[in-house]
């Protein structure tokens, strides 16, 4: 091979490597599939959830709109694996932490309420074709643990 063709090969190598590792872009507008998610909910009925993404390289900018006033919402994380004081429900703040691993972003958050501390871990992962977004979680509260499942279809 000449020093042209092997420079070549060895740049086409490096840069396919760096766009395996960038982690997936949850960017975009995604509605909750109320019949392949699973969530707790105080009434039974699962609320329809609208959540409108925009990821640049290192924040997470999300704005979640829900027929349940409850779940209405915005946020925004650093993607930096740093903790972080993000604003919750009812003006409380939470200690965030968002990291990748691999090409789940999974986000740890500790909260302090009126009857103790409550943590929960999302597991955020993107489908291989880019058309599904599933949040993970676990909760665990002075009210006791409990698991979710939250599918997203990309609009």
């Given at each position: 091979m000449s020093k042209k063709t092997s420079l070549a090969f060895i740049v086409m190598v490096v840069f396919c490597s760096l766009l395996l590792a960038a982690p997936p872009d949850f960017s975009g507008k995604w509605v909750l599939n109320k019949d392949q998610s699973e969530m707790r909910t105080r009434d039974g009925e699962k609320p329809d959830i609208t959540m409108t993404i925009e990821q640049a390289a290192d924040t997470l900018k999300v704005k979640q709109e829900s027929s349940s006033e409850f779940m209405n919402r915005e946020y925004s994380y650093k993607l930096n694996g740093e903790t972080q004081e993000v604003e919750g429900r009812g003006g409380r703040m939470s200690k965030v932490t968002p990291k990748w691993e691999g090409d789940v972003l999974v986000v740890s958050t500790v909260r302090e309420g009126q009857q103790g501390t409550t943590t929960s871990t999302e597991r955020w992962q993107?489908?291989?074709?880019?058309?599904?977004?599933?949040?993970?979680?676990?909760?665990?509260?002075?009210?006791?643990?409990?698991?979710?499942?939250?599918?997203?279809?990309?609009?």
């Open positions: 993107l489908s291989a074709d880019g058309k599904t977004l599933t949040i993970a979680g676990k909760n665990q509260s002075p009210r006791g643990e409990f698991e979710s499942k939250m599918i997203y279809q990309k609009q």
